[in-house]
């Protein structure tokens, strides 16, 4: 029905950049909510960044001024531009997706950012 796609994970060097991207795909006519999650291990998952369809976005405060969150020009895209990285940022993150009524969840993606 609808797959999410995350790429963009890696391992990179504190005060470097990654830039994650999710592509939905399957069967809808549009996407109301897009946003990214992590989970470090241990650790709860939570949110880090998330925006409507209307642009409105909401980060995290770990993360402000440090990442930002995009869609895509097709809307079926959004990505997470992360700068400044540290080490507490290493997790798996995941996108999230608000289709209709329903909520789907992509793969994840690893971030490590050494010391």
């Known amino acids: 029905q609808v797959q999410l796609v995350e790429s963009g994970g890696g391992l990179v060097q504190a005060g470097g950049s990654l830039r994650l991207s999710c592509v939905a795909s399957?069967?809808?006519?549009?996407?109301?909510?897009m946003g990214w999650y992590r989970q470090a291990p241990g650790k709860q998952r939570e949110l880090v960044a998330d925006?409507?369809?209307?642009?409105?976005?909401n980060y995290t405060d770990s993360v402000k001024g440090r990442f930002t969150i995009s869609r895509g020009n097709a809307k079926n895209t959004v990505y997470l531009q992360m700068n400044s990285l540290k080490a507490e940022d290493t997790a798996v993150y995941y996108c999230k997706a608000g289709i209709f009524q329903y909520t789907y969840w992509g793969q994840g993606t690893q971030v490590t950012v050494s010391s």
């Open positions: 399957g069967t809808f006519l549009s996407i109301n909510y």
């Open positions: 925006i409507t369809s209307g642009g409105s976005t």
